[in-house]
C-alpha cells in the first residue's frame, strides 16, 4: 500500500509543480509561487478542483461541521456550504431564473415569493409574526432626498407615494401624466406629521382639508348610488340631494334638525318644495308651523313677539293678547273696501275706509274712561253718530264735538254733576225723536267766542228764564230742559 502512495506522489510531482513555502502551498505547472493570501493556490488552465462530492443524506449526515466546509451536493447538483450552524446553498447561474446585466439583477420568468414557495403574484411576500412593530416591507431614505417608490402604467398615469424629505417630512401622494417622477408635483394627497389630512393642498391647517379648484365640486358622499352630501362648484352645500343649492348657500331635502346655533349675515332661505312639505321649528311642545295651508305657532305657556330694539312686544297666552310698545300700534289694511275689525264675543269695532269707525257693543254698556281726561270726538267734516239706550257723563269728564252729534230716537244723555258738553263752531246737536238731553247742575257750553255758537237745529231757540235759571232748547217736537 505504501508503495503505490509513493509511486502516485512521484507521478504527480513528475507531472505537475508542488511548492510548499512558509506563506502556503502552490500547485501550478508554471513553477509560480502562492499567493500571498493563500494557503493553497492551485492554478491551471485546462483543469479543475474537485471537492468531496456527496448526496444530500450524506451531506447532512456531517458530523460537527466546521464553518466553512464546502461540498458537492449530487442531489440538488450545487454546492454547500457550511456556515452559523446550517448548511447554505450556492446557486449557479446556469441553474437560476435570475440574470445579471453590469451591477444589476433581474427576473423575467415566474413568479418571486418572500416568506412563501407558492408566491400568487410577480412579487409575493408573506409575513407570519406577531410583533406590531415589525414591517415586512420597508423603504428607508438615509440622505437628503425623499422616500418613495412609484405606480404607474407605460408612457402615462404615474402616482408616486411616499415621505417628502425637504417638506417636514409630509406623507404625498403626486401625480404625473407622462412618466415617474417625485412626490413633489401635482400633488394630490397630503398627511402631515400631526395627522393634518390635505387632498388637493399639501399645506392643510385642519384635520381635513379639501382644496379644489374654481368650477369643480369639492366633495360628495354617496350611499347605495345616491347623493346624500355635497359640496357644489358654486360654493354651495347640498344635504339629501344633488340638485344645484343657492351660491354659497345650503339645500336641504328632507328633516333638517341642527342641534345648536344657525347663525348667518347673509340671508336665511328655508324652503319646502313637497306637495305636503312642512317647514316645522319645534322646542319641546312649542311649534312654528308653516305648511301649504299657512302659518301656525303653538305655544304651551306664551307665544311672544318681541323687538331687540325698544319695548315693542305683543304676548298670547291663556290670558288672552297683550301689547306693549314705546311707540305707535298701527293697525292698517290696504285693500280697497277692506274693513279692521277688533271682536270679543259680540262686542266690535269696525274700521272702514268709507264708513268710518263703529263700535258696537252688542246690546251691553259702552263704557269709555278718560281718568280725568277729556273725552274728544272728531270725525272731520262727518258726523257723529251715537246709537245707544243711555249715554252718561259721570262727574269731571267733558263731552266735546267739532262736529255734528247725532243722538237717535229714545236716547236719554244723562250730563251728570261737574260734566260739560261743549259743542264748537259750526257743530250741531241733533235730538231726534223722542231723545231726551238731562242735565243735572252741568255747564252747557253753546261757544262764547267771537266766531258765534252752535245751535241745536237752524231756527232752535234756547229760552232761559234768568230768575229761575230754568230754560229750555226747543226745536220742533225735541225739548231739552235746562234747569238746576
Same mark, same amino acid.
Given at each position: 500500500?505504501?508503495?503505490?502512495?509513493?509511486?502516485?506522489?512521484?507521478?504527480?510531482?513528475?507531472?505537475?509543480?508542488?511548492?510548499?513555502?512558509?506563506?502556503?502551498?502552490?500547485?501550478?505547472?508554471?513553477?509560480?509561487?502562492?499567493?500571498?493570501?493563500?494557503?493553497?493556490?492551485?492554478?491551471?488552465?485546462?483543469?479543475?478542483?474537485?471537492?468531496?462530492?456527496?448526496?444530500?443524506?450524506?451531506?447532512?449526515?456531517?458530523?460537527?461541521?466546521?464553518?466553512?466546509?464546502?461540498?458537492?451536493?449530487?442531489?440538488?447538483?450545487?454546492?454547500?456550504?457550511?456556515?452559523?450552524?446550517?448548511?447554505?446553498?450556492?446557486?449557479?447561474?446556469?441553474?437560476?431564473?435570475?440574470?445579471? %446585466?453590469?451591477?444589476?439583477?433581474?427576473? !423575467? /420568468? &415566474?413568479? #418571486? =415569493? $418572500? +416568506? *412563501?414557495?407558492?408566491? @400568487?403574484?410577480?412579487?409575493?411576500?408573506?409575513?407570519?409574526?406577531?410583533?406590531?412593530?415589525?414591517?415586512?416591507?420597508?423603504?428607508?431614505?438615509?440622505?437628503?432626498?425623499?422616500?418613495?417608490?412609484?405606480?404607474?402604467?407605460?408612457?402615462?398615469?404615474?402616482?408616486?407615494?411616499?415621505?417628502?424629505?425637504?417638506?417636514?417630512?409630509?406623507?404625498?401622494?403626486?401625480?404625473?401624466?407622462?412618466?415617474?417622477?417625485?412626490?413633489?408635483? %401635482?400633488?394630490?394627497?397630503?398627511?402631515? !406629521? /400631526? &395627522?393634518? #389630512? =390635505? $387632498? +388637493? *393642498?399639501?399645506?392643510? @391647517?385642519?384635520?381635513?382639508?379639501?382644496?379644489?379648484?374654481?368650477?369643480?365640486?369639492?366633495?360628495?358622499?354617496?350611499?347605495?348610488?345616491?347623493?346624500?352630501?355635497?359640496?357644489?362648484?358654486?360654493?354651495?352645500?347640498?344635504?339629501?340631494?344633488?340638485?344645484?343649492?343657492?351660491?354659497?348657500?345650503?339645500?336641504?331635502?328632507?328633516?333638517f334638525q341642527p342641534n345648536g346655533h344657525i347663525s348667518t349675515p347673509q340671508s336665511l332661505f328655508i324652503e319646502s318644495t313637497g306637495i305636503n312639505g312642512l317647514v316645522q321649528l319645534k322646542k319641546s311642545t312649542n311649534n312654528l308651523l308653516i305648511d301649504q295651508t299657512g302659518l301656525y305657532a303653538y305655544a304651551e305657556d306664551n307665544l311672544i313677539m318681541q323687538t331687540f330694539i325698544g319695548n315693542n312686544k305683543i304676548t298670547l297666552n291663556n290670558a288672552g293678547i297683550s301689547a306693549t310698545t314705546d311707540n305707535d300700534i298701527l293697525i292698517e289694511t290696504a285693500g280697497v273696501g277692506k274693513v279692521v275689525k277688533i271682536q270679543a264675543g259680540s262686542n266690535l269695532i269696525t274700521i272702514d275706509e268709507t264708513g268710518g269707525i263703529t263700535i258696537n257693543s252688542g246690546g251691553n254698556d259702552l263704557t269709555i274712561n278718560t281718568v280725568g281726561g277729556d273725552f274728544n270726538l272728531d270725525a272731520g267734516n262727518g258726523d257723529v253718530n251715537i246709537t245707544s239706550k243711555n249715554i252718561v257723563l259721570e262727574a269731571n269728564n267733558n263731552l266735546q264735538s267739532s262736529s255734528s252729534m247725532n243722538l237717535t230716537s229714545s236716547t236719554i244723555l244723562y250730563l251728570l254733576s261737574g260734566t260739560t258738553l261743549k259743542l264748537f263752531a259750526g257743530s250741531n246737536l241733533d235730538l231726534d225723536g223722542t231723545t231726551i238731553m238731562t242735565l243735572n247742575a252741568p255747564a252747557l257750553k253753546l261757544n262764547d267766542n267771537s266766531n258765534g255758537f252752535p245751535a241745536a237745529r237752524q231756527t232752535s231757540a234756547v229760552l232761559v228764564n234768568p230768575t229761575t235759571g230754568i230754560g229750555s232748547v226747543t226745536n220742533g217736537s225735541t225739548s231739552v230742559t235746562i234747569g238746576n
Open positions: 500500500m505504501k508503495k503505490l502512495v509513493y509511486l502516485s506522489i512521484f507521478i504527480v510531482g513528475m507531472m505537475t509543480h508542488f511548492e510548499a513555502i512558509p506563506q502556503g502551498v502552490a500547485i501550478n505547472n508554471d513553477n509560480s509561487t502562492p499567493d500571498p493570501s493563500s494557503m493553497l493556490d492551485v492554478k491551471s488552465t485546462t483543469k479543475g478542483v474537485l471537492v468531496p462530492r456527496l448526496s444530500s443524506a450524506q451531506r447532512t449526515a456531517i458530523s460537527n461541521p466546521s464553518n466553512g466546509l464546502l461540498v458537492f451536493d449530487a442531489d440538488t447538483e450545487s454546492f454547500w456550504f457550511y456556515s452559523s450552524g446550517g448548511w447554505t446553498e450556492l446557486i449557479d447561474r446556469g441553474n437560476t431564473d435570475w440574470e445579471q %446585466n453590469g451591477s444589476d439583477i433581474y427576473f !423575467n /420568468t &415566474g413568479k #418571486v =415569493g $418572500i +416568506g *412563501t414557495n407558492t408566491p @400568487s403574484r410577480l412579487l409575493h411576500a408573506y409575513f407570519n409574526n406577531t410583533n406590531l412593530n415589525t414591517s415586512p416591507f420597508l423603504i428607508e431614505q438615509a440622505g437628503t432626498g425623499d422616500a418613495f417608490f412609484n405606480i404607474g402604467l407605460t408612457g402615462s398615469h404615474h402616482y408616486n407615494l411616499g415621505v417628502d424629505n425637504s417638506d417636514n417630512g409630509k406623507f404625498k401622494i403626486g401625480y404625473s401624466a407622462t412618466e415617474p417622477f417625485g412626490i413633489s408635483v %401635482n400633488t394630490r394627497f397630503t398627511i402631515t !406629521n /400631526t &395627522g393634518l #389630512v =390635505g $387632498i +388637493g *393642498t399639501s399645506i392643510p @391647517s385642519d384635520r381635513f382639508q379639501v382644496d379644489a379648484l374654481a368650477g369643480e365640486p369639492a366633495m360628495r358622499v354617496r350611499i347605495n348610488g345616491d347623493t346624500k352630501f355635497r359640496v357644489h362648484d358654486n360654493g354651495g352645500i347640498s344635504v339629501g340631494v344633488n340638485s344645484a343649492p343657492p351660491v354659497d348657500g345650503l339645500l336641504v331635502n328632507g328633516l
